[in-house]
């Protein structure tokens, strides 16, 4: 069995000439399209992160900014900065980049930001209608699982889809995205007992647990799709949650790098231009 690598590039893309499209057709109408990322601290992977989404956004031609508050700053301070770009009517989208310093609450962040212009789901408003099936306009991450899915023709109506991993930014999220898709989901987690007999189960795995090379080819059937969301540093190189042996099972394989991780930033692209 010829196994389908299902590689980020193609489809981050296709999503780049509709995305490009619809933001030179807003600028010739005089639009101002800019996002601001607001980074709190120095964190090295948030800021190699920052400069790659500055950079794309830039080549799409939106105008990008970044405000960079220092570690220390307080809650308040940082709720102060979203405000103020909530108010400027030249900012079509913010992303507060998370995890922010220990001392400062991510949720409450989220909850200050504009519905407008939330451009990874943070505010509970958008994350409300995620949840209650009336947008699919989710984070970033899941969408990224979702456009990769369709564009390499996976089909999802009535499939045994497990995600590995609960969290609000991956997991649940993903689970919605694929309950409206028409898929039976099941979410395994840390307390979940034998996850080895759900994941043998499943047509489609979606594995976002940040644990390396956590499932295992003894662990799937023959015939899965692998969507790993994982990215692990191990050593000098990355990896995902999926060993790369399941993809000797599998019938179509997100690799690590070069999979998921590509077509995220593209969906905060997509998801800034979605009001133009």
Request: net charge negative; aromatic share 2%.
């Amino acid at each position: 069995m010829e196994t389908l690598m299902m590689r980020g590039k193609a489809v981050a893309d296709a999503y780049r000439e509709k995305i490009a499209a619809k933001i030179a057709v807003a600028k010739g109408q005089g639009k101002e399209v800019s996002l601001a990322v607001v980074l709190v601290g120095d964190d090295p992977a948030s800021g190699v992160y920052t400069g790659r989404l500055v950079k794309m956004a830039e080549s799409l031609g939106v105008n990008a900014k970044t405000i960079v508050l220092p570690a220390e700053s307080t809650q308040e301070q940082v709720i102060a900065e979203i405000t103020k770009l909530n108010m400027d009517e030249s900012i079509t989208g913010i992303l507060p980049m998370m995890p922010m310093p220990k001392h400062i609450n991510g949720d409450a962040i989220g909850a200050a930001l504009a519905p407008n212009k939330d451009v990874d789901c943070l505010n509970p408003l958008n994350a409300g209608d995620l949840y209650m099936g009336r947008t699919a306009w989710a984070p970033c991450t899941p969408r990224a699982c979702m456009a990769t899915l369709k564009h390499y023709n996976i089909e999802l109506s009535g499939k045994n889809v497990v995600v590995v991993g609960r969290s609000n930014v991956v997991g649940k999220p993903v689970a919605l995205l694929l309950l409206q898709e028409n898929a039976t989901v099941t979410i395994c987690h840390s307390r979940t007992v034998d996850i080895a007999s759900h994941l043998q189960k499943a047509d489609i795995i979606v594995a976002a647990v940040g644990i390396p090379e956590f499932v295992k080819p003894e662990m799937v059937k023959d015939g899965v799709v692998i969507v790993d969301v994982g990215i692990n540093s191990v050593g000098d190189k990355l990896v995902g949650d999926v060993a790369e042996t399941v993809a000797e099972k599998a019938s179509a394989f997100t690799p690590v790098p070069g999979g998921i991780g590509v077509v995220s930033n593209m969906m905060v692209m997509d998801m800034l231009s979605r009001n133009l």
